[in-house]
């Protein structure tokens, strides 16, 4: 077989969905400039307006043996906030003490034997819990130098420590760099310790750079085109807005399903309407725009699409709604 032949192969795999604790966001942030007297007809916030999110995480087995491993690969996609923050923090954003490790445990699989990890932007609450706390007896992975621990743990230990972790180039710098309208949100405490273990892929833009697009515009390139293939059956797409380099990703199940895990380019069934973007939107205009397109390509291709953060049923099937526009429907996954 030729170097990444493998990589052309057929392959599908078994889907769990993780779901890594409970997340509350201010709803202001949430639905940007939607008016509360709209967004409250759909959810009600807590005494401190914040709603309810949750982390959603799937783990991936393959169904067949990959042909480099000479086993089933198996993957995790999406990491979400981790065990880091301090209590302080963790009682802002109501972190109930689950994580990705602790619903992968769970769910009968072994950090240990995660082969690969595939992250949609690298944002505290979807790429924090790539690493955890230093336990009793453990020797540290990394330890935070001044100002670099995104809580009060110093010493962090990888929670897969054999996988390779999957992020888009385009995200990777802009962590680096800090490039957020959120002060604190890339952490070094969950970039300076996967750097070794990083594979950045450079993804097609839909649209070329410097251009805006109509609000309706289709990208030129078909999908295929802009679909980056990363593993066997496992391909990403740019999904810019929430970040530049967002990306979600794309893979088939058992049941020959198509699935594509959604990022905050859409993070729950609320947000299918076309301007309810964030207000952590780098550009909440891309954003809407790679929503419209996103949703004409699961609705015209039958993809079922798994929301990021949705706190209710997170797999949703995408119809037209008969006025221009698309609805979710539940894809009955649940």
């Known amino acids: 077989m030729l170097k990444h032949e493998h990589l052309a192969q057929p392959m599908t795999y078994t889907c769990t969905l993780l779901r890594a604790g409970r997340l509350l966001l201010d709803a202001g942030g949430m639905f940007g400039l939607i008016p509360r007297v709209v967004w409250q007809t759909m959810v009600d916030p807590d005494e401190k307006h914040r709603v309810e999110l949750h982390h959603n995480c799937l783990w991936l087995v393959g169904t067949t043996d990959d042909p480099e491993l000479g086993r089933p690969r198996q993957v995790i996609i999406e990491a979400g906030t981790g065990d880091k923050l301090d209590p302080k923090m963790a009682g ?76 888009q180039e385009k995200e990777w710098h802009t962590a680096l760099a800090g490039d957020s309208v959120m002060t604190r949100t890339y952490y070094a405490d969950h970039l300076a310790p996967i750097e070794s273990k990083l594979r950045l892929h450079d993804s097609p833009r839909p649209f070329e750079p410097g251009r805006v697009p109509h609000k309706d515009e289709r990208p030129a390139l078909p999908w295929e085109r802009r679909a980056t293939t990363i593993l066997p059956g496992i391909k990403v797409f740019l999904t810019p807005g929430h970040t530049w380099g967002q990306q979600a990703t794309w893979f088939t199940d058992e049941q020959d399903r198509t699935v594509v895990f959604v990022p905050d380019v859409m993070p729950t069934a609320w947000h299918a309407g076309k301007a309810y973007s964030l207000a952590y939107d780098v550009e909440p205009y891309t954003s809407m ?35 221009g526009w698309y609805a979710l429907k539940p894809a009955g996954l649940a």
């Open 92 to 167: 802002i954003f109501g972190l109930d003490g689950r994580t990705v490790e602790t619903a992968l445990t769970e769910a009968g699989g072994d950090p240990a034997k995660i082969d690969d990890v595939v992250i949609s932007h690298l944002h505290f609450d979807h790429a924090g819990g790539l690493t955890r706390r230093l336990r009793p007896g453990e020797t540290a992975d990394w330890t935070a130098g001044p100002k670099e621990a995104s809580g009060d743990a110093s010493e962090v230990k990888l929670t897969f420590p054999n996988a390779t972790v999957h992020v």
């Open 289 to 323: 725009v790679s929503k419209g397109w996103l949703l004409r390509e699961a609705s015209e291709r039958g993809w079922t699409l798994m929301l990021d953060h949705e706190p209710g049923d997170p797999w949703r099937r995408v119809e037209p709604n008969g006025k």
